[in-house]
């Protein structure tokens, strides 16, 4: 019976010890950074694109 034990915990170990987890952890932290790059540059050139507009608006008139 010890041994049946021994042979079923040793096959659990080997199939939950995987590194799955910390690869999807690290490609979710760098889509999240990749995201705060891009809400920050679309925020800073949103603003300058904006106030272009405006001077070609403005020049129009």
Known sequence: MLTSYEYISAWMQARCKTDRGA???EYALLVALI????ILA???LGKAASSKFSGVGSAIQ
């Not at 995201?35 to 891009?38: K, R, S, T, Y």
Request: hydrophobic residues 70%; charged residues 0%; glycine residues 0%.
């Open 42 to 44: 679309i925020t800073f």
């Open 23 to 25: 690869s999807l952890v």
């Open 35 to 38: 995201a705060v790059v891009c």
